[in-house]
């Protein structure tokens, strides 16, 4: 267990939908990441977020957005779904933000878009 | 063409085999190498990490960098079943932020008994 939790686990919805995706990161990680991950792409960094604020974007949609809060927990949003958004979504966490920090990473949500 | 190759197999190989798993790269900037491990329905989970060039090794694993041929691998020994998962090389430039790590797409490994 990596300390990091997610939820949900499994999310099943429709195109042009919007779902929250939840992550809480281990005790004492002030840095969140976002990571999506699909059969064709790999593992794509989204975002990252560092004690509240925004860090570093990568290959992040404009539909998608995210957030960490006060108590560090993250969410990230993907409104206006496609088909295409359907992959697993991975947060990871770690002291700080350097890369080389040990990222720990949640155990994923399945997004599927029908 | 990707920064991070890597061959996606699948690789199977019967118990107690020396696996090798590969990627190349071609950013001459990456001074930073790890090899993740992927458990089926889990998150990636580090499993080592290197410097520049040269070999680290830990207990069965050994993480190799040629950095000449812009090339590393990971070499498990006495493969056992619970080695088969994903494995995902990633890299990064030295003194970045972790947001410039580079994954590879994973290699699927399979361990027969």
């Known amino acids: 267990d990596s300390g990091v939790t997610q939820t949900p686990k499994h999310l099943i919805t429709a195109t042009g939908q919007r779902v929250t995706l939840r992550c809480s990161p281990r005790s004492g990680d002030l840095s969140v990441y976002w990571y999506q991950q699909s059969l064709d792409q790999g593992l794509q960094f989204l975002i990252q977020?560092?004690?509240?604020?925004?860090?570093a974007k990568g290959n992040i949609l404009e539909r998608f957005s995210a957030q960490q809060f006060p108590d560090l927990h993250s969410e990230l949003n993907l409104s206006s779904l496609e088909l295409g958004d359907s992959a697993l979504y991975f947060c990871?966490?770690?002291?700080?933000?350097?890369?080389?920090?040990?990222?720990?990473f949640g155990p994923g949500t399945r997004l599927t878009v029908l | 063409q990707k920064e991070v190759e890597q061959d996606p197999g699948p690789l199977s190989v019967p118990e107690g085999a020396i696996v090798s798993l590969n990627c190349t790269y071609s950013?001459?900037?990456?001074?930073?190498f790890m090899w993740y491990r992927q458990y089926s329905r889990k998150g990636p989970e580090l499993l080592m990490y290197?410097?520049?060039?040269g070999n680290k090794e830990d207990g069965r694993f050994t993480a190799q960098v040629d950095k000449s041929s812009k090339y590393i691998s990971l070499f498990i020994r006495d493969s056992q079943p619970s080695d088969s998962a994903t494995y995902l090389c990633a890299m990064s430039p030295e003194g970045s932020s972790a947001s410039k790590i580079i994954f590879g797409s994973g290699t699927r490994l399979s361990i027969r008994p």
């Open positions: 950013n001459s900037a990456f001074q930073y």
């Open positions: 977020y560092y004690n509240g604020e925004e860090r």
């Open positions: 990871a966490s770690s002291e700080q933000g350097a890369s080389t920090d040990t990222q720990y």
């Open positions: 290197t410097y520049s060039s």
